[in-house]
Nanobody, 119 residues
Framework: QVQLVESGGGLVQSGGSLRLSCAASGRTFSNYAMGWFRQAPGKEREFVATISWSSVSTYYADSVKGRFTISGDNAKNTVYLQMNSLKLEDTAVYYC????????????WGQGTQVTVSS
């Protein structure tokens, strides 16, 4: 079992910045990739960004490209999401996830952290 704990959410004005953090812990596990997803009220959960340790690559949803930056430390099983130029539509619960197998799906998820952008 792997536990993921997110932190760093909060209330910020439009145009502001926030930095989310996520740490994974548990018994010995592999870490192939970590990612961020979000779910706004009344909407389905959507992909935000991911970082793949094996290929040292990052991917972003078009809606956040150029504003958000994902980074992390594979050895520490941590991932961050720097969010700049925040918009009202970025308001959501943000979830961290991890792939512990070389597969498409994420295996474990955090409880989420609320990000609220105000005008």
């Amino acid at each position: 079992q792997v536990q993921l704990v997110e932190s760093g959410g909060g209330l910020v004005q439009s145009g502001g910045s926030l930095r989310l953090s996520c740490a994974a812990s548990g018994r010995t596990f592999s870490n192939y990739a970590m990612g961020w997803f979000r779910q706004a009220p009344g909407k389905e959960r959507e992909f935000v960004a991911t970082i793949s340790w094996s290929s040292v690559s990052t991917y972003y949803a078009d809606s956040v490209k150029g504003r958000f930056t994902i980074s992390g430390d594979n050895a520490k099983n941590t991932v961050y999401l720097q969010m700049n130029s925040l918009k009202l539509e970025d308001t959501a619960v943000y979830y961290c996830a991890i792939k512990v197998r070389a597969a498409d799906r994420y295996d474990y998820w955090g409880q989420g952290t609320q990000v609220t952008v105000s005008s």
